[in-house]
């Protein structure tokens, strides 16, 4: 049975994710992994400590979510106060399989949580790359040291220090829509190179502009697309490049511009959000060259799932190494597929939840 249709039941156990800014990479992050859950029918709430900066950012949760805002005239403490509350209040409801902690206060939350009502679920998630993980460890260390706790506990009953020295953590990638693993693809006719950004940092546009230029000899028959979101200066950029623009916010569509490509070109720039068009691309079977970046390195292996380049010269002699060798694409992106299979595929949350702690 396909892994993306299979019947997994997690319905007796629910998830909780507690954010503190929802920044739109957080919302990303987020929204991806509770979509992979709450397509299972998994009962999951999204604990926010902050109001998002874009409201409407809300509706676009999986219905299976229940949303737990802040009050808006609540001062900080009050705000942390009531998500340690509803945490504890949600552990006694039904058990915790996993805690999703986005940032370095949801990480203190959960850390009193489970101080004060004695929560232990199967799993603390962390983003893959989040720093946490040593502060969430230590502050577990180091709170049952304290005589009393800092606030009152949210049942009224002092309950006893109970944090283990070393609560089960995790790091968990991003989720990459499903569809991106089962689409069919078929290279262009002529050579197509795709880069493409979820933000708008304009970095990635300018280089990719300027490598469209240097390759854009009509003796060599490549042609350029840009996959993701522009600002007017770049958008005027990539044109006088002779790049095709395609803003596609829906996860068919972007699969669908990206398929024909013969090379996918991924630019670290300015953001250290996760390189989602990257995966999306990996997903794809798409072979990827990418400018090398700590949080390009967390998903690309050199040599092995794509290639990595330091400088402009690196970068246009990968390009051509993959369009003259159809052998290497297809190996590349078969290595790349199954890699990104094994990473983000929303299966593999689901797995993470059952396995053992």
Not at 288 to 311: F, K, M, Y
Request: glycine letters at 6%; aromatic letters at 6%; proline letters at 8%.
């Amino acid at each position: 049975m396909d892994r993306a249709h299979a019947a997994i039941v997690l319905t007796d156990e629910s998830v909780l994710h507690v954010v503190g800014k929802l920044t739109e990479s957080a919302f990303a992050f987020v929204s991806s992994t509770s979509q992979a859950l709450g397509d299972t029918g998994v009962p999951q709430t999204v604990i926010l400590l902050e109001d998002p900066p874009n409201p409407s950012m809300l509706a676009k949760f999986h219905p299976a979510v229940r949303l737990e805002l802040p009050a808006s005239n609540a001062g900080p403490v009050a705000r942390f106060k009531h998500a340690v509350r509803v945490l504890c209040q949600e552990a006694a409801s039904r058990p915790v399989a996993a805690i999703h902690l986005h940032g370095l206060m949801p990480s203190m939350v959960a850390v009193y949580a489970a101080w004060f009502c004695g929560l232990s679920p199967k799993l603390f998630l962390l983003p893959h790359g989040s720093r946490m993980l040593g502060v969430l460890r230590s502050a577990s260390a180091l709170l049952p040291l304290t005589r009393r706790p800092a606030l009152p506990a949210p049942t009224g009953k002092p309950q006893p220090a109970a944090v283990e020295a070393e609560q089960p953590i995790r790091l968990l990638e991003h989720r990459v829509d499903a569809r991106f693993f089962g689409w069919e693809r078929q290279e262009s006719r002529r050579p197509l190179v795709v880069a493409g950004s979820s933000s708008t940092d304009p970095m990635g546009p300018a280089q990719f502009a300027q490598m469209a230029v240097l390759l854009g000899e009509e003796s060599m028959a490549l042609s350029f697309n840009w996959v993701g979101r522009v600002d007017a200066e770049s958008r005027a950029r990539l044109k006088a490049a002779n790049v095709g623009i395609f803003d596609e916010d829906d996860a068919p569509a972007r699969a669908a511009k990206l398929a024909g490509a013969w090379i996918y070109v991924a630019y670290s720039g300015t953001s250290q959000d996760f390189p989602l068009l990257l995966a999306e691309a990996m997903a794809l079977g798409l072979p990827c060259v990418a400018w090398d970046s700590p949080q390009i390195r967390n998903v690309l292996r050199h040599g092995e799932t794509g290639l990595l380049c330091n400088t402009p010269n690196q970068l246009l002699a990968s390009i051509a190494q993959l369009i003259d060798s159809p052998e290497l694409r297809r190996n590349m992106g078969r290595a790349a597929h199954e890699d990104a299979a094994r990473r983000f595929h929303p299966a593999q949350l689901r797995d993470l939840l059952q396995s053992p702690a």
